[in-house]
């Protein structure tokens, strides 16, 4: 079965710097890959997707995440964070077929002056 | 406007109650699925439905019950065996056309029950 694992449970950044949240999954086949972000008391906003072919993908509000098969990861970048980026990070797995997604336990990301 | 909907936003309860929390959608998927959300928890998968009049348990089914007489509505009912229910509730739902699609969610619904 597969799993997600997101390492940092807090991450806090100043406003303009760079952005990094780590996901690690557990799949054994190719998996499709998917980042969430929720603001508090909401639901869950697509920010990007992986499926197949190039490993880079773009998203939205200026997100994107590498896929790096090697290391199983799938981590979400963003050049210069703004404060309304604040809000809490899903990583999501899905294997082949219609099984539900898998989520990691998320990361909070919190922005200051 | 597509989407999923919740409703309500709060619920209160008392404690040996059932409850049953709506989820709605418009979007003509054919997948539902009801997931659970703690603090530090992330979202844990309740039950799923891929089809009208199916549905499967999901990690977390004990305490829950769900329907699905409508491709459109997925009821989920919080029942009195459920030792902690109170926590925020997303219903989500996804095409499962050809390929890989990704799950959309509504706003959720926060329960609490005293």
């Known amino acids: 079965a597969q799993s997600v694992t997101q390492p940092d449970i807090h991450i806090t950044v100043s406003e303009g710097a760079s952005l990094e949240l780590r996901c690690n999954y557990s799949y054994g086949a190719t998996p499709y890959l998917f980042w969430y972000v929720q603001s508090p008391g909401q639901g869950l906003q697509l920010l990007l997707k992986?499926?197949?072919?190039?490993?880079l993908v773009q998203g939205i509000k200026g997100f994107e995440a590498e896929f790096k098969r090697s290391q199983s990861s799938f981590n979400l970048r963003k050049p210069s964070v703004h404060w309304s980026d604040a809000a809490e990070y899903f990583c999501a797995v899905g294997a082949s077929g219609n099984t539900p997604l898998v989520f990691g336990k998320g990361t909070r990301l919190s922005v200051i002056a | 406007d597509g989407g999923i909907t919740q409703s309500p936003k709060y619920l209160f309860r008392k404690e040996g109650q059932n409850v049953t929390l709506s989820c709605e959608q418009n979007l003509n998927h054919d997948a539902m699925y009801w997931y659970r959300q703690d603090p530090g928890q992330g979202l844990r998968l309740i039950y799923y439905s891929q089809i009208v009049n199916d549905f499967q348990k999901g990690d977390i089914a004990e305490g829950y019950s769900v329907s699905r007489e409508k491709k459109e509505s997925f009821p989920l009912t919080v029942t009195s065996a459920q030792k902690n229910p109170t926590a925020f509730y997303l219903c989500?739902?996804?095409?499962?056309?050809?390929?890989?699609?990704?799950?959309?969610f509504g706003p959720g619904t926060r329960l609490t029950v005293t």
């Open positions: 989500a739902s996804r095409s499962l056309d050809p390929g890989w699609n990704e799950q959309y």
């Open positions: 992986y499926f197949s072919g190039d490993t």
